[in-house]
């Protein structure tokens, strides 16, 4: 079974500073998917950023980059110029991909890492 | 585009009551999702829906759920005999497939249930 694990509880950052959440999972499949998705609080979840397994480079979404480390099994966030509305739990998530067939949606979440932005 | 909705917003009821919620997904989403949190945990896959078919249902689902969604629209999950255990935040998703590989879950603000 896939695991998604994240070793930081909470982490806190300076306004304007970059702060990086760390993930790690365990599969025995290649075709997969990776997200990070951040929820505030008493908001709803929604998503950041996403990586596709068979991708080597790493994807980016303006201030939000990851670094994907295939081998190790390693999926973290970097949040570059961080803002006061970056306070949120963050979520990082795992989903099998359409080579394994039937069904294969639903999404495996980590713990999540409780992000604070200090002004 | 009005976003994931659902209702209701919180739910407190009695252990051995009944309790229904429903989800209504962004329009032509042909994909449904049922999430559980607990606090301090990520969500946990409860079943999923592709149209009105429901497709996959994790253990975590007792014989006391139940998720319907009929006609390929809203979905509705009931939960018979209510546990305190079952005190949760139920959140619901949609996403619009294909592209497969392009899928993205959008997910609503969940329902707050407090089993006493």
């Known amino acids: 079974a896939q695991t998604v694990t994240q070793s930081q509880p909470e982490m806190s950052v300076q306004e304007a500073e970059t702060v990086t959440l760390s993930c790690t999972y365990d599969t025995s499949e290649s075709d997969y998917y990776l997200f990070w998705y951040k929820q505030p609080p008493s908001r709803q979840m929604i998503l950041v950023i996403r990586?596709?397994?068979?991708?080597?480079q790493n994807a980016t979404e303006n201030r939000f980059s990851v670094n994907f480390q295939k081998a190790a099994k390693s999926f973290s966030l970097k949040i570059s110029d961080s803002q006061l509305g970056d306070a949120a739990m963050y979520f990082c998530a795992y989903r099998r991909g359409e080579y394994y067939g039937g069904s294969q949606g639903n999404l495996i979440f980590g713990k999540g890492t409780k992000l604070s932005v200090k002004p | 585009d009005t976003g994931v909705s659902q209702d209701p917003r919180h739910k407190i009821t009695k252990r051995g009551q009944n309790v229904t919620f429903r989800c209504d997904p962004i329009s032509e989403h042909n994909r449904l999702y049922w999430y559980r949190q607990t606090l301090g945990q990520g969500p946990e896959f409860l079943t999923y829906f592709q149209n009105e078919a429901q497709l996959e249902k994790s253990r975590l689902l007792s014989d006391r759920f139940s998720a319907e969604r009929p006609k390929g629209s809203f979905s509705t999950l009931e939960i018979q005999r209510t546990e305190q255990g079952d005190s949760a935040m139920y959140l619901c998703?949609?996403?619009?497939?294909?592209?497969?590989?392009?899928?993205?879950?959008?997910f609503g603000p969940g329902t707050r249930l407090l089993v006493l």
């Open positions: 990586q596709e397994a068979y991708k080597q």
């Open positions: 998703a949609s996403s619009l497939v294909p592209p497969a590989d392009q899928e993205t879950q959008y």
